[in-house]
């Protein structure tokens, strides 16, 4: 089971970017990275998800280096809105759910 | 398009009262189904999945347990609950396959056991 480590919080200003890593020491040959997004009172929403390299898409970028034992999400140019938690999990590509752990992810505060 | 639907959104309900969440989704076939439970403050928990009709995986020992009687329902249960029940139940759903599929979620039921 590859377990991640994140940091339970972070804060940041309006307009600036915001990284948000990850460390997963354990991750296996077959395993991916993924994000996901969560508002107070509502479910999570995925955002990203990467196997190596870099990763884009409308909403954020996901950087994951060579030995894939972290990986960064970054926010680019966080507004209010953007206040809300994070969660990283890695994930393999395999029927079953016994890997499916959200932790308590990164609670990001953007600050006016 | 899909869309999971979850009820009721909100329950307060006296300790050893029985309970029933259900979940159902529309638009796609044979889904994942999931529930989670997340209490004041903390992350999510897995309670159970299901890669199909009956079939059912727990996650967690508890007083819990959840049934798909059809394709696109899900349901949660208890026969006595407890005070450590009390949260934030979501219901998810992924294309059936990879665990790593995306998943969607429910707009919740927010569980108040007194």
């Known amino acids: 089971l590859a377990k991640t480590t994140q940091p339970i919080s972070m804060d940041s200003y309006e307009g600036q970017e915001v990284n948000i890593t990850c460390s997963h020491n354990?991750?296996?040959?077959?395993?991916?990275i993924t994000w996901y997004q969560q508002f107070p009172s509502q479910g999570p929403r995925f955002i990203i998800q990467?196997?190596?390299t870099k990763v884009t898409n409308e909403v954020a970028s996901l950087f994951i280096p060579a030995d894939r034992k972290s990986s960064t999400l970054s926010l680019p140019r966080v507004s209010l809105s953007d206040t809300a938690v994070y969660y990283c999990?890695?994930?393999?590509?395999?029927?079953?759910?016994?890997?499916?752990?959200f932790g308590t992810g990164t609670r990001l505060t953007v600050i006016p | 398009s899909q869309t999971i639907h979850q009820w009721p959104a909100t329950l307060v309900q006296p300790v050893g009262s029985p309970l029933s969440l259900e979940c159902t989704v529309e638009?796609?076939?044979?889904?994942?189904l999931y529930w989670y439970r997340q209490a004041a403050g903390r992350g999510l928990q897995l309670l159970f999945y299901s890669v199909g009709i009956g079939q059912i995986s727990s996650e967690v020992p508890q007083n819990l347990s959840a049934s798909r009687p059809q394709d696109r329902q899900f349901i949660l249960s208890s026969k006595k609950l407890l005070l450590s029940d009390s949260g934030f139940y979501l219901c998810?759903?992924?294309?059936?396959?990879?665990?790593?599929?995306?998943?969607?979620f429910g707009p919740g039921t927010r569980l108040t056991v007194l």
């Open positions: 354990n991750i296996a040959t077959n395993d991916y």
């Open positions: 998810a759903w992924s294309v059936g396959g990879r665990v790593n599929n995306e998943q969607f």
């Open positions: 990467g196997y190596k």
């Open positions: 638009g796609t076939s044979n889904p994942n």
């Open positions: 999990l890695v994930l393999p590509t395999q029927t079953g759910a016994n890997n499916l752990f």
